[in-house]
C-alpha cells in the first residue's frame, strides 16, 4: 500500500516518491529561541514527530534537520520591531548568546520529556546568514 499526501500546489493526493529509494531527508523549522516554548509551540514539533515515525515505520530511512532561530526573528510579522531574542535579553538582563543557550537547553529538555524523537543536526541560525543573504 502506497503513502499519499495532500499536495497543495497540485490541490490533490499523490502518491509519495523519494528523490532516492527508500530515503527521506526533509528539514522542518525549529524553536525561535528567546523564551520557554508553550503547548502551542509543540504542537508542530509533535507532528513532525508522528510525520518522522510514521515513514520510519514504513521502512524508509529518515534524515531530519531541524533548524534553531537564534537570531532575527522580529516582533511583529511585518519584519519590524525588534528582535525576539534581544528584547528578551534585556527583559532578563542577560546577553543574547546567554538567552540562547537558556532557552535551546529548554527546548531539547522538553522535545526529551514529550519523547520527541531528536533531529539529526539542528543548524542555527546564526551559522548560516551569509547563505541566507545569497538565496
Not at 24 to 46: E, L, M, Q
Not at 99 to 127: G, M, N
Amino acid at each position: 500500500m502506497s503513502i499519499q499526501y495532500y499536495n497543495t500546489l497540485t490541490k490533490q493526493k499523490e502518491e509519495f516518491q523519494t528523490l532516492e529509494p527508500g530515503v527521506v531527508r526533509f528539514y522542518s523549522c525549529g524553536p525561535t529561541v528567546h523564551d520557554y516554548a508553550h503547548i502551542g509551540n509543540f504542537r508542530c514539533f509533535v507532528f513532525v514527530d508522528l510525520l518522522k515515525r510514521h515513514l520510519q515505520l514504513r521502512g524508509y530511512e529518515v534524515s531530519h534537520i531541524m533548524n534553531i532561530t537564534d537570531v532575527g526573528h522580529m516582533t511583529t510579522d511585518a519584519d519590524d520591531g525588534e528582535d525576539k531574542i534581544g528584547r528578551s535579553a534585556l527583559a532578563r538582563g542577560l546577553t543574547p548568546w546567554e538567552v540562547v543557550k537558556l532557552f535551546a537547553d529548554a527546548f531539547f529538555e522538553d522535545i526529551a520529556t514529550l519523547r520527541i524523537q531528536p533531529a539529526d543536526l539542528y543548524p542555527r541560525a546564526t551559522e548560516h546568514v551569509p547563505d541566507m543573504i545569497a538565496l
